[in-house]
């Protein structure tokens, strides 16, 4: 194992495979994945589910048979890989430092590709009241027991949060015999794939209450039940509805956040509302040579856009090892404006009107039922219109950007362009 390589990738998760894959394919010599865990694939090796691979393959996958296309990739283009090691500091000029059982390892890398991924809120996160028993998890802890130690941590089951996880092991534990009683959602729309819902709960009769939350926690050592409120418009707990459930058990599926201590340690700037770095069209971050990609960027929604955005990091973390790209000085600021929650890239380098295609992501905070269409604009110019089917927060929404043609129609002046949706 040497210590110097041209790009080294924190995370061999779907996005950490994708950047070391195209990153080699883009000329760098010595490649180098670091993961934590003992073997590569991330959290796709416990999703045993289809539903990957749709747009990268064109098939319909389960999750290791999905990574293992990546896995086994890299591997043959002699990527290195070191497991079951922590990546403890980076450094702004590309040092890294990470621990193993073998002791403390130091690193220097052409450029670096941050991948680690996103973990769950906890309880604690969202400050539920009431007792402190055994029996609170989150979905991704019940889908690693269930789906790969074999184990059943409990039998009857409430779930709080309609993201995918929890749809998905309100499916998982049904078919292993467990109850869910229902699944219970804070916000009034669903915050995971509506294809989840009639795959998960529908299809197995598990009733979903929107607008509803989890008022307390019942139980000395293991829960005994959950009591439920309903909450208005503004979020606030409506008096007399709340609702006593008999469980014992209470699953947590309440959001994702990207995984960026390590970034902050290098100097990478956080944006507010990704609570991932803020990059450029590239996916460099405003640390020259320190790309991001996937769910430390922002959290997405489907693990083919995962994979796109390691390929383009990657790509021109290559370039920036190999010397051929060179930092960006100008920029544009990418901010998210009606009805949108945020956007990615959070702005756009002058190098952009160089041309190349690259993606704009966004979430959007309202449900548009019928046709609307997602628009870049310059005060009041319009420069950029693509119409969508429909949008709704849980998906996340994406257009494909022409560098040339946008910055072409953008004022030489401007420092700002919005980016919103109408219908």
């Known amino acids: 194992m040497k210590n110097v390589y041209d790009v080294i990738v924190i995370g061999a998760g779907p996005a950490g495979l994708a950047a070391a894959i195209e990153a080699k394919k883009n000329g760098a010599g010595d490649v180098l994945i670091i993961e934590r865990n003992d073997e590569p694939g991330g959290i796709l090796l416990q999703c045993i589910h289809n539903g990957f691979g749709s747009v990268i393959f064109k098939k319909d996958l389960p999750g290791p048979a999905y990574a293992w296309n990546f896995i086994d990739e890299a591997q043959k283009a ?104 229902k699944v219970v959602e804070l916000m009034p729309y669903l915050t995971g794939l509506r294809r989840n819902y009639v795959q998960c709960l529908q299809d197995f009769n598990i009733p979903l209450n929107l607008s509803t939350t989890i008022n307390r926690i019942i139980g000395k050592k293991r829960v005994e039940a959950v009591e439920t409120i309903r909450v ?49 069209e590239n996916m460099a971050t405003n ?38 790209s060179k930092p960006a000085l100008n920029f544009i600021s990418l901010k998210p404006g009606k009805d949108i929650r945020n956007v990615m890239p959070q702005k756009i380098s002058a190098e ?42 849980a998906e996340m929404l994406t257009t494909t950007v022409n560098g040339r043609e946008l910055m072409a129609k953008v004022n030489k002046d401007t420092k700002e362009l919005i980016v919103r949706i109408t219908g």
């Open 287 to 324: 640390v020259p040579g320190i790309y991001a990609a996937g769910n430390v960027a922002a959290i997405y929604d489907l693990v083919d856009y995962v994979t796109k955005a390691g390929f383009l990091a990657g790509k021109n973390a290559a370039l920036f090892a190999r010397g051929i």
């Open 78 to 181: 002699g990527i290195e890989m070191l497991f079951d090691t922590m990546v403890l500091d980076i450094t702004h000029d590309r040092n890294i430092y990470a621990t193993s059982k073998a002791g403390f390892s130091e690193f220097k890398a052409g450029a670096v590709v941050l991948a680690m991924g996103c973990r769950e809120r906890t309880r604690a996160q969202i400050r539920i009241p009431g007792d402190r028993p055994a029996g609170v998890f989150t979905a991704g802890m019940v889908q690693r027991l269930v789906n790969v130690d074999g184990l059943m941590p409990g039998k009857n089951f409430v779930i709080l949060g309609s993201g995918d996880i929890g749809m998905i092991m309100a499916r998982r534990l049904t078919i292993e015999g467990a109850s869910v009683i």
């Open 232 to 280: 208005d418009a503004n979020m606030v707990p409506v008096a007399g509805t709340q609702e006593m459930i008999p469980c014992d058990s209470l699953l947590l599926s309440v959001g994702l956040i990207p995984e960026n201590e390590l970034s902050k340690k290098a100097g990478v700037n956080i944006d507010a509302l990704t609570a991932g770095p803020v990059v450029d």
């Open 352 to 393: 952009a009107q160089t041309g190349g295609l690259f993606p704009v992501e966004m979430r959007v905070t309202r449900e548009f039922h019928e046709s609307a269409a997602i628009e870049i604009v310059e005060g009041d110019k319009v420069l950029l219109t693509e119409k969508v089917r429909y949008a709704r927060p």
